[in-house]
């Protein structure tokens, strides 16, 4: 395939996926932020369940496609475990509760209109460009604080990923049973459209193998928001951004599965590798949601919200940026591409996730209850 | 019984989870007057996941709730001990 046609197939095809992602996430309210964060405040675990499904099933489409050679494993770009890991994990997990949503959670809910999840996109920004700032300080530490060399669980155990991915369907399916028998699977739902979320984690499994099989990865978005911070500061303070080795470095090579073509890319202002492979899937996930929203003539702008409110979520837009850069990727990089894997810096991050969602909870309750009009 | 008032919440536009977190603490409040059928508590909201977290919230405390999509693409729920009413 000529390279220019392959590009194009990948962008369209992560487009693709991006807008039945969005769509999905919309109609299922498919909060990765609130799965975490309603575990702690109301002791209801019935998101995360609909996660282990997503996961469960991404790790036996992304094995299928690793065994017929579409994919590589482990994917590009997953490196050893570090303490930073956990730590990011942590971090994002109290910015996520903060926010309302996730990196994804807040680009389908900006999509359907809500200017808390737009606040949080802009903290998200914000705190990209926060860490471009000490991003050389990070880096010589990143391998002082590696734990070991190995990539993956298999990798460390010398246990083929099948087996890993047979116990993990195994026992996954068998408490799907039993959440199915006594009723813990299915929502009771009073919106219009609403799909099951375990429904919702069965589709978004198969448009993330899809993703991979078209880009060689699975879905990731964080690197995007650096590029905006970027582009914010070249318009702004252009001698500044000069002096930020962050965004002056091409630090990735990937080659497109499509066109065979090797591109560079990294977190500048320009269009590249990185570009081609995230900005289509946001677009998608922000045009998904809103084509949901509208089409179920839910689509508004709204937030009124309390000031308190509106620093809480910038706050956690710019943790959650600060947390994916120093974990080496969001919650979506690490648990629905790197889990499926059994990549240990993602299982760090998993394990970070719960004491910062835990943080993030204690504190959102008091913000709101502190401050609502009810 | 015919209820006698109700206290109704705009929950709008507000942070998440603001809609489930306002709701409980409004149905704690009043509690007693609910369940005697004298109040009923309306959340108005535009999250999706309150239509399920809610009236699962207000089941688990013996009540009832009814949900109503409002012509501007938002929602309502009454909350009730009989939504008969």
């Known amino acids: 395939m000529q390279p220019l046609s392959g590009m194009i197939l990948t962008i ?27 575990l702690f405040l109301f002791r209801n675990s019935s998101m995360l369940k609909s996660l282990l499904i997503l996961v469960a099933t991404a790790a036996i489409l992304f094995e299928i496609e690793f065994l017929v050679g579409l994919i590589a494993i482990p994917f590009p770009f997953f490196g050893a475990p570090t303490y930073f890991g956990l730590f990011g ?13 996730c990196v994804v959670g807040v ?14 996109l802009f903290g998200l920004v914000v705190g990209s460009g926060i860490y471009a700032e000490f991003h050389q300080t990070i880096v010589p530490l990143v391998s002082q604080m590696e734990l070991t060399t190995s990539v993956t669980l298999p990798q460390l155990t010398g246990i083929a990923p099948f087996w890993w991915v047979l116990a993990l369907a195994g026992g996954v399916l068998f408490w799907v049973r039993r959440w199915s028998r006594t009723g813990r699977l299915q929502r ?3 919106a219009e459209g609403y799909i099951q979320p375990w429904k919702a984690a069965l589709l978004l499994a198969l448009l993330v193998a899809l993703a991979a099989a078209s880009s060689g990865l699975p879905f990731g978005v964080t690197t995007s928001y650096l590029k905006v911070a970027a582009l914010f500061e070249q318009i702004l303070a252009p001698q500044h951004l000069a002096t930020l080795p962050l965004f002056n470095e091409q630090s990735v090579i990937h080659t497109i599965p499509f066109s065979g073509e090797a591109l560079v890319g990294g977190a500048g202002p320009v269009l590249d590798v990185i570009a081609l492979l995230q900005y289509p899937l946001i677009v998608g996930i922000l045009l998904g949601a809103a084509w949901s929203s509208a089409r179920l003539g ?5 937030g009124h919200f309390p000031l308190a409110q509106v620093l809480t ?18 919650n979506i990089w690490h648990i629905w591409g790197g889990l499926p894997i059994f990549a240990l810096q993602s299982l760090l991050f998993l394990l970070g996730l719960f004491p910062g969602s835990w943080l993030g909870s204690l504190v959102i309750k008091r913000v709101i209850l502190g401050r609502a009009n009810g | 019984m015919i209820p006698l008032d109700e206290l109704v ?46 009236p699962n919230a ?20 009454s909350i009730t001990k009989d939504i008969e009413v």
């Open chain 1, 107 to 120: 680009l389908y809910k900006s999509g359907s209109g809500s200017r808390p999840a737009m606040t949080a």
């Open chain 1, 313 to 330: 979520v910038f706050l956690g837009g710019i943790l959650m940026a600060i947390g994916s850069r120093i974990a080496a990727g969001c």
């Open chain 1, 188 to 190: 009771s739902f009073g």
């Open chain 2, 9 to 54: 919440r705009d929950i709008r536009g507000k942070v998440c989870p603001s809609s489930l977190l306002v709701a409980l603490r409004n149905i704690n409040e009043n509690i007693e007057a609910i369940s005697q059928g004298k109040l009923i508590l309306k959340i108005i909201t535009d999250s999706r996941d309150a239509m399920v977290t809610i």
């Open chain 1, 12 to 38: 369209a095809a992560l487009f693709i996926c991006g807008f039945l992602a969005g769509y999905l996430m919309h109609r299922s309210d498919f909060c990765m932020a609130g799965a975490f964060r309603d």
């Open chain 1, 298 to 302: 839910e689509w508004s702008w709204r």
């Open chain 2, 58 to 77: 207000a089941r688990n405390m013996g009540l009832e709730s009814q949900v109503e999509k409002l012509p501007e693409g938002h929602y309502m729920l």
């Open chain 1, 89 to 101: 994990g942590i971090l994002f997990g109290f910015g996520m509760v903060l926010s309302g949503g």
